[in-house]
């Protein structure tokens, strides 16, 4: 046997060829689920309790999972170059998708002990490079960035205040009377509690219009007559 063939990507069995990069993409899509799950919770006005984060982070998971089974692509394998398949070239198919979101984080940690991914195997699917090069990456590109999207909203509503969060800090805390009064400079907390008091009143919020034309100068004065 010459060393061309004992080194060649033909001993390595199909399934693990790409999956250190495959390890990688699960955890960024999970990571994801998680964040658009929180939100999620946080742009419908909900307490961000344990619960409510853990079941909103996997309703978000099962959506991307049944995505990525339909399609064999999701976001985090998209930006690693890679898409999931069975044998032939199959997509995994919607109840594999669905397995697949149980399975795949216990494969994150079996695969650091193990450096092998059992679970796929047992479900006949493995990643493969998306074919076409660069051109095939782009061209498959436009569908991954409604999750991109969705990505970049849940981190704006984890970033911004919630109305009662925002209520708290400008009416209850002494941070706040100073950023209603202008009397400190702006702080990110001051900058948008404010931003979202003044577009909940101009959206027709009567206590939160009424707070700014009695309580807060600032808000009063972008407000408007």
């Known amino acids: 046997m010459s060393d061309g063939t004992l080194f060649s990507m033909e001993t390595i069995p199909t399934e693990a060829r790409y999956q250190g990069r495959l ?23 909900q307490l961000s309790t344990p619960g409510a984060l853990v079941l909103a982070g996997a309703v978000a998971w099962c959506v991307l999972s049944a995505v990525g089974g339909l399609t064999g692509r999701t976001p985090g394998r998209h930006f690693l170059g890679l898409k999931l398949e069975r044998d032939g070239g199959r997509t995994p198919g919607l ?30 699917v493995h990643a493969v490079v998306i074919p076409g090069g660069a051109r095939g990456w782009f061209r498959a590109l436009l569908p991954q960035l409604l999750g991109v999207a969705l990505l970049a909203g849940a981190v704006w509503s984890i ?6 969060e925002m209520l708290q800090y400008l009416d209850r805390t002494l ?13 990110w907390q001051c900058r948008t509690s404010m931003s979202r008091a003044v577009r909940n009143a101009k959206a027709g919020d009567a206590e939160v219009a009424g707070f700014l034309r009695a309580e807060c100068p600032v808000g009063a004065a972008r407000l408007g007559p």
């Open 23 to 45: 390890w990688v993409a699960d955890l960024l899509d999970l990571t994801s689920s998680a964040l658009v799950g929180w939100g999620a919770v946080r742009a419908a006005e």
């Open 175 to 187: 941070t706040g009377w100073h950023c209603c009064h202008g009397t400190r400079d702006v702080t």
């Open 95 to 124: 109840g594999t998708g669905l397995l697949r979101g149980l399975t795949a984080p216990v494969e994150l940690l079996l695969q650091v002990v193990l450096q092998q991914r059992p679970l796929d195997a047992r479900l006949g």
């Open 159 to 164: 970033l911004t205040p919630t109305r009662q």
